[in-house]
């Protein structure tokens, strides 16, 4: 496995952690929850913070989907 291939496995675990831990705590309202913590890192001009948060968000969103499997590529 590369680097970056490494790298990216990494991140997918972080994000999957962090949504998680996001809907053990909040269940249904992880989505919200996630939503307003982007605001927050977004309205700060915290960039990366933004990114990671919006990688959470698209993991979440592919859960209630049904399709957690489609964000390998963008989770990243």
């Known amino acids: 496995m590369s680097?970056?291939?490494e790298a990216e496995k990494q991140v997918r675990e972080m994000v999957v952690q962090a949504a998680?831990?996001?809907?053990?705590?909040y269940g249904e309202d992880a989505e919200v929850i996630a939503t307003m913590?982007?605001?927050e890192f977004a309205a700060?001009?915290?960039?990366?913070?933004?990114k990671a948060?919006?990688?959470?968000?698209?993991?979440?969103?592919a859960l209630r989907e049904?399709?957690?499997?489609?964000v390998g590529g963008?989770?990243?």
């Open 3 to 5: 680097e970056l291939e």
């Open 20 to 25: 998680a831990t996001l809907t053990q705590q």
């Open 37 to 39: 913590r982007a605001a």
């Open 44 to 50: 700060a001009g915290d960039v990366d913070g933004l």
């Open 53 to 61: 948060w919006d990688m959470i968000i698209e993991y979440l969103v």
């Open 66 to 70: 049904g399709k957690p499997e489609d």
């Open 74 to 76: 963008a989770v990243n």
